[in-house]
Each structure stands twice: as structure tokens, then as C-alpha cells.
């Protein structure tokens, strides 16, 4: 459509300009050679092979030069045969065309350095696009515990300090796999990997968009539960993840049964900083393993 346009211009222009040439040369024999009415009518065929140029651009250049050169041995005609005004005629035709040519090699500049900077802009673009996306993939890898494609300590220590700066209440269920160290010294670290991928598969299933959940060392794992929440709620979430564990994980030759035990600290009853929570949580997880394991123990100042 846009083609079919344009080529419509360039037609009703170079009507224009060929009947303004005939035009021109009627009243050029109707005036006995008068220079009046044909310097009036070379200026419009001027204007008209401009706008050629400038709508039109490499095709209505090459038009406008035809059309130019038309007028120009039209007018030169006109001098062999007698007629010295026609002299106008040529001189301004040959200057139209050098103006036209100078008109087309601008825009062409012009339209060149608007390819450039647009070029250099979707680079940009581009360039922007894949630093974002590597941003975000060390972001990833520096968030992601590379085993269980959990969140990592760093993760969650950077949501708890977040919480804390925002004076967000929350609770932290710090837990360790108990006798974790037996099953790597009895069936070796490859299944000790399986052990470990398999409880972080049921803690993210568990905790799902609920909560925040992160391997946060060897054979440790932790949540975060934004918000205020009983110690009934805790123990139930506990009594869940215990039950959760308690299925044994399949291995080559043998099922393997797990349990943990679960340190629990509040922000900001148990702790204003970050550091001094976990602190407090493993000292909990320690309680628990010391009172018999597979249990749960609340911080306690005691």
C-alpha cells in the first residue's frame, strides 16, 4: 500500500510538472519569447521537482534529474532556434538540478547518520538486554544452593535483615537433619546428596509460596514465616515437616529414615539483628538434639 502511494505522488507531480512545461512553452510562443511568463512557470517546475526529491527521496531524485534534463533540452532548443530568453530557461534548469542533486545527497547523509544512531541504539538495547540477563543469572547463582537448587544462606539472611529494616515480625524454624553424618559414613556422599536433595524437595513442596525456605549449610535447613504466629501455629508446621521426614528415602539397595531437629527464634522477641537470631536458633536446634532429637525447641533466654 505504502508503495502504491508513493508511486501515485510521483505520477500526479511529473504530470504536473510536464503540463507546466508545455505550459511554458505555449506562452513562450503566445508572448513572442517573453521571458515573464516562463521565468514564473521554470520557478514552479523548480518547486515541484523539490518536492519530488523530498517526498520521494532516490526514485523522485532520478525523476526530477529526467524531468530537469527534459526542461533543460527543451530550453536549449528553444536557443537554437532563436529565442535568447530561452538562455533563462536552461540556466535555471541546470541550477535546479545541481540544487536537486545537493538536496538528494543530504538526505541520503542524513538518512545514513539515522541508520547509524539507530543501529547504535538497538545495540544498546541489546547490550542492555543480555547485562540484565547475566545480572540476573549471577543473581541466581548467587542465591541458589547448587545441590538442591534451594535458596542459599545468603538469601536468606539478606530476607530476614530485610523484614528486620522494614519491622517486619516474623519467625525463623532453624533445623538439622539428626545423625546425618552416619548415613555419609555408612552408604558414602552420594547418597548422602540423595538424602539431602529428597528433603529439599519436601520442604520447597511444603513450604511453596507460603513461606521462605533455604538450605542454609551441610545438613541444615531453615524457614522464615513472615508475620505474627503462635507457638501453636509452630508446632503444628513442625509436627507437619516431621511427619514429612518420617516417610524413608529411597536409595540403590535400602530406605533411609530421616528426622531433624527444629530450633525456633521470633523477631523481635528473640533477637533485633540478623546474626544474633541464628545464633540464638542453632543454640535451640542444640536444646533439641540434647533432649532427645526429632523435636522441636523454642529460644529461651534460660
Known amino acids: 500500500m505504502k508503495e502504491k502511494t508513493k508511486g501515485l505522488n510521483i505520477a500526479i507531480l511529473v504530470i504536473c510538472t510536464l503540463a507546466f512545461m508545455f505550459l511554458s512553452t505555449f506562452m513562450t510562443r503566445l508572448t513572442g519569447g517573453m521571458a515573464t511568463y516562463q521565468g514564473i512557470v521554470t520557478e514552479i517546475q523548480v518547486i515541484i521537482t523539490t518536492i519530488i526529491v523530498l517526498t520521494n527521496k532516490k526514485t523522485g531524485f532520478w525523476v526530477a534529474i529526467i524531468l530537469t534534463a527534459i526542461n533543460i533540452f527543451g530550453a536549449t532548443m528553444g536557443v537554437l532556434t532563436g529565442n535568447k530568453m530561452a538562455i533563462v530557461g536552461v540556466l535555471t534548469s541546470a541550477v535546479s538540478a545541481s540544487i536537486l542533486t545537493i538536496i538528494y545527497f543530504f538526505l541520503k547523509k542524513v538518512e545514513q547518520q539515522h541508520q547509524e544512531l539507530l543501529n547504535q541504539y538497538e545495540q544498546m538495547i541489546d547490550s542492555n538486554r543480555l547485562m540484565q540477563e547475566k545480572d540476573a543469572a549471577l543473581k541466581i547463582l548467587a542465591y541458589q544452593d547448587e545441590l538442591t537448587g534451594m535458596y542459599n544462606f545468603s538469601y536468606f539472611c539478606e530476607k530476614m535483615t530485610e523484614c528486620i529494616n522494614q519491622n517486619t515480625a516474623f519467625t525463623v524454624v532453624y533445623m538439622d537433619l539428626d545423625n546425618f553424618k552416619g548415613v555419609n559414613d555408612s552408604f558414602g556422599p552420594e547418597v548422602g546428596d540423595t538424602v539431602l536433595k529428597a528433603c529439599a524437595e519436601r520442604l520447597s513442596g511444603y513450604c511453596g509460596n507460603r513461606y521462605i525456605c533455604a538450605r542454609t549449610s551441610g545438613d541444615d535447613f531453615a524457614i522464615l514465616i513472615s508475620g505474627n504466629t ?38 523481635p522477641h528473640d533477637g533485633k539483628v540478623t546474626e544474633t537470631l541464628l545464633e540464638n536458633a542453632i543454640m535451640s536446634v542444640y536444646n533439641a538434639k540434647a533432649n532427645g532429637k526429632d523435636r522441636p525447641c523454642f529460644f529461651s533466654q534460660a
Open 230 to 267: 503462635t507457638e501453636a501455629d509452630i508446632l503444628n508446621m513442625t509436627e507437619q515437616i516431621r511427619k514429612m521426614f518420617a516417610e524413608p528415602v529411597s536409595v540403590p539397595g535400602t530406605a533411609i529414615s530421616i528426622t531433624a531437629s527444629y530450633g525456633i527464634v521470633s523477631y
